[in-house]
């Protein structure tokens, strides 16, 4: 079904359960439905993170933080244990998932080294259209860390 089409007996928007999706039809595979409400919810709460961000923006040029919540890890992991407590893997992305959602330019690139040896990274975000001054910014932090000289043997 296209996405905004009635399901044929429908008639009140409101009532029902749209597929939202960019094509999906009927022999393609099925996908979730969602409705209308919780889609607008959805929207409004992207809305209330980019406003947070412009707010932050407006301030500061540039946003450093985590790439990850915990150093790097073996793949295919879907929980974490930290401090004791099970986390699933989509709390060990948590810093990176809100540019996914808003735009941002964001980039991210190895800062340190944990004492595992594991790659410790750092992300930067800025304002839409700044990619050039996270560039800059990433420039800067490459020659400050010792992880520059670090390449994995091949």
Known sequence: ???GD???GRSHLHDHRLLLSTGATAGQGTLPDTSVEDFVQAEQAVER???GFAEYFHQYDVLLLPVT??????HQLEEFTLGGQAMGAFHVSSTTVPFNLTGHPALSMRFGTSSDGMPIGVQLAANPYAESTILHIASLLE???PARDQHPAL
């Open 49 to 51: 993170i980019r406003d």
């Open 1 to 3: 079904m296209p996405c």
């Open 6 to 8: 009635l399901p044929e």
């Open 143 to 145: 020659t400050l860390t």
């Open 69 to 74: 919540t915990i150093p790097a890890h073996k």
